[in-house]
Every structure is written in C-alpha cells, then in structure tokens.
C-alpha cells in the first residue's frame, strides 16, 4: 500500500550536518507513524526517530536526541529527517519506514525504503 524512497544520504564530516528525505506514495501518508532507522557496519538495525501522523508526537533514539528532528509534510508525502552535529557513530545506512501505530520496534513497522548511506569519519 505504500512505498517508500529515501534520499539525502552522503558524506559529512563531524560536526556537520545532513537532511533525510523520504517520499511515500499512496493515498493514507498522513495515516500512518513515520519512523526512522539505522544499520551501522556489522551492527543490528536500531530505531532512530519517529512522528505520528499529525505531527504531534515525536519520538528519538537517547543516542540522536537533541541533534536530529524529525519532521513531515503530508501534503508531499514526504518525512524528513534533520540530522545536525554528526558524530562518526552516526555512519549507517538510514531506512525510512511507516507504521499503524506508534512504535519504537522494527516488527511495528509494516513498509520500508531501501536505505540511504550516511557516512561520518572520524
């Protein structure tokens, strides 16, 4: 019912800063809580962000908390993620996902994007 395409994914350097696009097609976007993954190197996917549908609600991984926003517009379909003050921790692939509910676990979400990389070095 949804696809999703991340976008925005490069290099930066520390202390830089990088915006995540992710465009969704279908007709319930602004139904869904759109969320935000990370799969460093040789480590597990881990949740990083998350918005529910009217915006009201956002929630972030202790790791990315005060650096990275969460945003969407639901008139483009679309949901961004902010990431300011990159730290080389921060190098994975970044996947864009939407679920029914609102959820930090990956088995919540029902669609997913294929991945945009990020790299920080050190």
């Known amino acids: 019912q949804v696809q999703l395409v991340e976008s925005g994914g490069g290099l930066v350097q520390a202390g830089g800063s990088l915006r995540l696009a992710c465009a969704a097609s279908?007709?319930?976007?602004?139904?869904?809580?759109m969320g935000w993954f990370r799969q460093g190197p040789g480590k597990a996917r881990e949740f990083v962000a998350l918005?529910?549908?009217?915006?009201?609600?956002?929630r972030y991984a202790t790791s990315v908390k005060g650096r990275f926003t969460i945003s969407r517009d639901n008139a483009k379909n679309t949901v961004y993620l902010q990431m300011n003050d990159q730290k080389p921790e921060d190098t994975a692939d970044y996947y864009c996902?939407?679920?029914?509910?609102?959820?930090?676990?990956?088995?919540?979400?029902?669609?997913w994007g294929h991945g945009t990389q990020v790299t920080v070095p050190t």
């Open positions: 996902a939407a679920a029914s509910l609102v959820a930090t676990a990956e088995p919540a979400y029902n669609h």
């Open positions: 279908g007709r319930t976007f602004s139904t869904y809580v």
């Open positions: 918005c529910n549908g009217s915006q009201s609600f956002t």
